[in-house]
């Protein structure tokens, strides 16, 4: 198993929608995540971290569930822009170690 | 502020050739990552530097793989000889410390074997 589990998708979504995706790992160690987005073709970029207290941004939200192992991105007012692969990966909690999930694919559409 | 900067962005080879990509990672980040990406998964880790010091290349094929960071700053990864198999996109990355802080990428180097 992997140490970390996304949905590939894809979420197909019309703008304005609000859509979320969940990303579930397997180290109960890991205490803080990050998301990074990658549009096709380009290298990942940090979209927000995120913390046992969550984390809001405009019009993203993040949220980490450490009881069933799974941390939530959750856009709301989605964008054509928005399109994108989302990736997570947990902070490193084996001497910096880090695990990228496989991706979560969000094709926003007019 | 200069980002990761990776070289070539491109390369196509025939398989049993050897190869090279150079990375020079953001001034003063004392973290270097190579990643190999394949279309529509995540980057997979095939080493960090903590400076000079390869301090974690457990992902990283041995038999034909190597990698280097003289002086703690630029990189390279060097694949003798290419596969079939090794057609993915090599991704650099680096941070101020270790994984516990963002991640830069740099735009990747495009490998195609033949």
């Known amino acids: 198993r992997k140490e970390v589990e996304q949905d590939p998708g894809p979420f197909n979504v019309p703008e304005g929608a609000t859509v979320a995706f969940n990303c579930t790992y397997s180290n109960s160690a890991s205490q803080s995540f990050f998301w990074y987005r990658q549009d096709c073709r380009k290298e990942p970029k940090l979209l927000m971290s995120v913390y046992s207290s969550g984390n809001e941004d405009g019009r993203f939200t993040a949220q980490l569930n450490r009881a069933s192992q799974y941390i939530s991105l959750l856009i709301r007012d989605s964008k054509l822009s928005d399109s994108a692969t989302y990736l997570c990966v947990p902070k490193g909690t084996n001497a910096g170690k880090s695990t990228f999930g496989d991706g979560t694919t969000l094709t926003v559409k007019p | 502020e200069a980002g990761v900067v990776q070289s070539p962005r491109y390369k196509i080879i025939e398989k049993k050739q050897p190869v090279a990509f150079w990375c020079n990672p953001i001034s003063g980040h004392n973290t270097l990552y190579w990643y190999l990406q394949n279309l529509g998964q995540g980057p997979e880790l095939l080493i960090r530097?903590?400076?000079?010091?390869?301090?974690?290349d457990s992902q990283l094929p041995k038999d034909r793989f190597s990698a280097e960071r003289l002086k703690g700053v630029d990189s390279t990864l060097k694949i003798q000889p290419a596969e079939l198999g090794d057609s993915a996109v090599y991704l650099c990355a680096s941070s101020p410390r270790d994984g516990n802080n963002e991640q830069f990428f740099g735009p990747g180097t495009r490998l195609t074997v033949l």
């Open positions: 530097y903590e400076n000079e010091e390869a301090v974690d």
